[in-house]
């Protein structure tokens, strides 16, 4: 299933490519999170065998992903892939993931390799790794290059990619969906940890391969809100004490360089606009406000 959110050429050039698998059972889900201009209907015109799921709101991805998720459940199916809209696939995708983890056992999410795209020599994620330093994930920790990757056995890695994230359909039956609480961003981490705890293991099968354009939708003030908030939660709920203390003295700078910009104490390396969003994300942690931002809060968030 596809998310659109105001991002209807990214979404068609996606479909155009998913209409040239080369494995044919396949049923494609397109939530339409209540873009602007009527975008759902053109979708639906310009694709018309696929399933266009329109909503009055944006959901969030989570929550977008939840109505397709909910669809794909319903029609029976047998995996459930989530993938952004700013992709293009190969066309042997679902095969190559398929024969990937044919002879593992306790699947309970995998991504393909995922490189940048036009510089498809780039590599975009490869594997998820923790890094307590920086409070992050490292998405490329080991930052081979792409021939060496394409050549590999799949191998474990902390979360499958939301970018792109093929699951069994059962794993979402018995485990639950997205949690909506994240809204977007640090939600497919917490899913995947969330079925790890019942030993289903995340993989990349690198001999697979999507391509990301990374359009960002979402404007960056979002981002950062979005990012800091739900990087406290899915810390709190998915780590030790002892690794969340390795990431106290960066969360700490975090939080003072922020204020500092906003008070034009420091050189400015990012916006003013930008750090207000983080040091709100903070504060809404600290406040357990979780979901969709508030009202009042688009004035800093959207710059409007």
């Given at each position: 299933?596809?998310?659109?959110?105001?991002?209807?050429?990214d979404?068609?050039e996606?479909?155009a490519s998913?209409?040239?698998?080369?494995y044919s059972n396949?049923?494609?889900?397109?939530v339409?999170?209540?873009?602007e201009?009527?975008?759902?209907?053109?979708i639906?015109?310009a694709?018309?065998n696929?399933t266009?799921?329109a909503q009055?709101?944006n959901?969030?991805?989570?929550?977008?992903?939840?109505v397709?998720i909910?669809?794909a459940l319903?029609?029976?199916?047998?995996?459930?892939?989530?993938?952004n809209?700013?992709?293009?696939?190969?066309?042997?995708?679902i095969?190559?993931?398929?024969d990937?983890?044919?002879?593992i056992?306790?699947?309970g999410a995998?991504?393909?390799?995922?490189?940048n795209?036009?510089?498809?020599?780039?590599?975009?994620?490869a594997?998820?790794?923790?890094?307590?330093?920086r409070?992050?994930f490292?998405?490329?920790?080991?930052?081979r290059?792409v021939d060496e990757l394409l050549g590999?056995?799949?191998?474990?890695?902390?979360?499958?990619?939301g970018?792109?994230?093929?699951a069994p359909?059962?794993v979402?039956?018995?485990?639950?969906?997205?949690?909506e609480?994240?809204?977007a961003?640090?939600?497919?981490?917490?899913?995947c940890?969330?079925?790890?705890?019942?030993?289903l293991?995340?993989?990349?099968?690198?001999?697979?391969?999507?391509?990301h354009?990374g359009?960002?939708?979402?404007?960056?003030?979002v981002a950062?809100y979005?990012m800091?908030?739900?990087?406290m939660?899915w810390?709190?709920?998915n780590?030790?004490?002892?690794?969340r203390?390795?990431?106290?003295?960066?969360i700490?700078?975090d939080?003072?360089?922020?204020?500092a910009?906003?008070?034009?104490?420091?050189?400015?390396?990012?916006?003013r606009?930008y750090?207000r969003a983080v040091?709100l994300g903070?504060r809404?942690?600290?406040?357990r406000?979780f979901?969709k931002?508030?009202?009042?809060?688009?004035?800093?968030?959207?710059?409007?």
């Amino acid at each position: 299933m596809i998310l659109n959110w105001n991002g209807l050429d990214d979404t068609l050039e996606c479909l155009a490519s998913i209409a040239k698998l080369s494995y044919s059972n396949v049923k494609t889900i397109v939530v339409d999170n209540g873009s602007e201009d009527d975008q759902a209907a053109v979708i639906a015109e310009a694709f018309p065998n696929i399933t266009v799921l329109a909503q009055p709101e944006n959901l969030g991805f989570c929550g977008g992903c939840n109505v397709g998720i909910k669809e794909a459940l319903e029609k029976n199916a047998d995996f459930v892939m989530l993938l952004n809209n700013d992709t293009l696939v190969s066309p042997d995708l679902i095969e190559s993931i398929l024969d990937g983890i044919s002879g593992i056992e306790k699947i309970g999410a995998v991504s393909p390799l995922i490189l940048n795209y036009p510089q498809t020599d780039k590599v975009w994620f490869a594997k998820a790794q923790w890094v307590p330093e920086r409070a992050e994930f490292s998405l490329d920790p080991e930052q081979r290059d792409v021939d060496e990757l394409l050549g590999k056995d799949p191998y474990r890695s902390l979360f499958a990619c939301g970018c792109c994230l093929v699951a069994p359909a059962d794993v979402f039956r018995s485990e639950g969906l997205l949690d909506e609480r994240y809204f977007a961003f640090f939600d497919e981490a917490e899913w995947c940890f969330r079925i790890r705890r019942k030993g289903l293991e995340s993989y990349v099968v690198p001999s697979a391969v999507v391509y990301h354009k990374g359009s960002q939708s979402t404007p960056s003030s979002v981002a950062g809100y979005l990012m800091t908030r739900n990087r406290m939660l899915w810390m709190k709920e998915n780590l030790t004490f002892g690794l969340r203390l390795k990431s106290l003295s960066y969360i700490l700078r975090d939080i003072l360089g922020n204020l500092a910009n906003i008070l034009g104490l420091t050189k400015e390396h990012q916006s003013r606009e930008y750090s207000r969003a983080v040091v709100l994300g903070y504060r809404d942690y600290f406040l357990r406000k979780f979901y969709k931002w508030d009202k009042s809060e688009e004035a800093t968030l959207f710059g409007s």
